[in-house]
């Protein structure tokens, strides 16, 4: 039904002027109100319209399925690298290496002491201990460092690989895209006969049944249904 463009009132095809407002009416919206004409088709044809419909619109639906998962992983924020600390590493030995300063400390101690050499021992005990104490801290420092860097180029290589899937997801992506802009324009033929609420996978595949059972003669009276 064509409307007034003034007032917004109904009108007829014979109608020149608005019956309300008396807005002088183009025709040409009477052409555009019409339905266009259908062809003639048999059972047949109508089933295999329906069955390659189906599988069309599966496959438009498909790719606008794909399209928004990957743009759902594209929009995922990228995690920022974690920079590990040596020092989790290193006091361990830190605690270490004051039990090894005691420990050599008491038994050289006790080593001249038992020989008679106390002072010997008093001045030479603190001195293999802090040797003791810097070689376990040296040891220490160098395997703090080994692992800090081990982890540190771990999570590096983990945000660079992240970094590479999104890059190749957004090529995907448009690839998805332009797959969809193609097989969308295909489909741009059936618009006139398709409404675009029925335009899915779904409703073909019931259209189809609809016209095998009899239910609808053809593919156009299936579409009323």
């Known amino acids: 039904m064509a409307f007034c463009n003034k007032c917004g009132a109904g009108l007829t095809g014979e109608d020149l002027f608005c019956p309300n407002c008396g807005n002088k009416i183009d025709t040409a919206i009477f052409e555009e109100d019409k339905e266009p004409e259908l062809p003639s088709m048999t059972k047949e044809e109508s089933i295999a319209l329906a069955e390659k419909l189906s599988a069309e619109y599966g496959a438009l639906e498909k790719l606008i399925q794909e399209i928004s998962e990957a743009e759902a992983i594209i929009k995922r924020p990228l995690p920022e690298a974690p920079r590990h600390s040596a020092f989790k590493f290193f006091w361990p030995f830190i605690v270490t ?8 400390y008491l038994i050289v101690g006790v080593v001249f002491l038992a020989g008679g050499s106390e002072s010997v021992g008093s001045a030479l005990a603190p001195i293999v201990a802090f040797i003791a104490l810097g070689a376990t801290l040296a040891i220490g420092g160098s395997v703090a460092r080994n692992k800090r860097d081990t982890l540190n180029n771990q999570e590096a290589l983990r945000v660079h690989a992240l970094r590479v899937k999104i890059d190749e997801m957004k090529k995907r ?24 609420s029925q335009r899915t996978k ?18 156009y009276d299936a579409l009323k249904l």
Not at 97 to 104: N, P, S
Not at 173 to 196: F, G, M, W
């Open 202 to 219: 779904v409703r073909m595949d019931n259209v189809r049944r609809l016209i095998e059972s009899g239910k609808a003669d053809n593919f």
């Open 97 to 104: 290496g004051l039990i090894i300063y005691v420990v050599i």
């Open 173 to 196: 992506t448009s690839e998805l895209k332009t797959s969809y802009s193609v097989k969308k324009r295909s489909l741009a033929e059936y618009d006139a006969i398709v409404p675009a």
